[in-house]
T-cell receptor, first 111, second 116 residues
Framework: QKEVEQNSGPLSVPEGAIASLNCTYS??????FFWYRQYSGKSPELIMS????GDKEDGRFTAQLNKASQYVSLLIRDSQPSDSATYLC???????????FGGGTRLMVKP | DAGVIQSPRHEVTEMGQEVTLRCKLI?????LFWYRQTMMRGLELLIY????????DSGMPEDRFSAKMPNASFSTLKIQPSEPRDSAVYFC??????????????FGQGTRLTVV
């Protein structure tokens, strides 16, 4: 089993819709969770971090964390074509500030 | 701050040659990560340094790969000899540790390596 798992997609949503991206992780001791966005040919860019159970909102983005179920999700409201990218979930391994990345979910927002 | 700076941005080399990738951390950061990204395997952690000390190098593929951090702000990743299967984008990322929580890692622009 991979340590951090994501559906590779592509996830296709119409412009203006809510995009929901999910991630599960295996290390119950993980404390820090991050979502990165990566445009084709570019480097990963941090968009959200979450450390506590529940929701964290930042503009059109909401990160949700459920440690009991070992999943973290990212909701993108009012999706725009410019949101089309690969979204990477990253989880610390509780062994010393190392991030493990999921394989990423490719999101396509259609005008 | 200029962010994490990697050089070169692109490298094309012949099989068997030595390749050296360079990375300058963000000022004030004390953790450094080297990642490799390919279509097949995604983003893989190669090695992690904290305060200039290699903490975990279990992701380094084989002895052909070596990484150093000669000072607090600079690191190199060397492949010798290089092979075509080493072709990938190599990212360097840095972060600043805090006692309780991991801080975010910031990525450089990457080095696209092609070994022919």
């Amino acid at each position: 089993q991979k340590e951090v798992e994501q559906n590779s997609g592509p996830l296709s949503v119409p412009e203006g819709a809510i995009a929901s991206l999910n991630c599960t992780y295996s290390d119950r001791g993980s404390q820090s969770f991050f979502w990165y966005r990566q445009y084709s040919g570019k480097s990963p860019e941090l968009i959200m971090s979450i450390y506590s159970n529940g929701d964290k909102e930042d503009g059109r983005f909401t990160a949700q964390l459920n440690k009991a179920s070992q999943y973290v999700s990212l909701l993108i409201r009012d999706s725009q074509p410019s949101d089309s990218a690969t979204y990477l979930c990253a989880v610390d391994n509780n062994a010393g500030n190392m991030l493990t990345f999921g394989g990423g979910t490719r999101l396509m927002v259609k005008p | 701050d200029a962010g994490v700076i990697q050089s070169p941005r692109h490298e094309v080399t012949e099989m068997g040659q030595e390749v050296t990738l360079r990375c300058k951390l963000i000022s004030g950061h004390n953790s450094l990560f080297w990642y490799r990204q390919t279509m097949m395997r995604g983003l893989e952690l190669l090695i992690y340094f904290n305060n200039n000390v290699p903490i975990d190098d279990s992701g380094m593929p084989e002895d052909r790969f070596s990484a150093k951090m000669p000072n607090a702000s600079f690191s190199t990743l060397k492949i010798q000899p290089s092979e075509p299967r080493d072709s990938a984008v190599y990212f360097c990322a840095s972060s600043r540790d805090t006692p309780l929580l991991n801080t975010e890692a910031f990525f450089g622009q990457g080095t696209r390596l092609t070994v022919v």
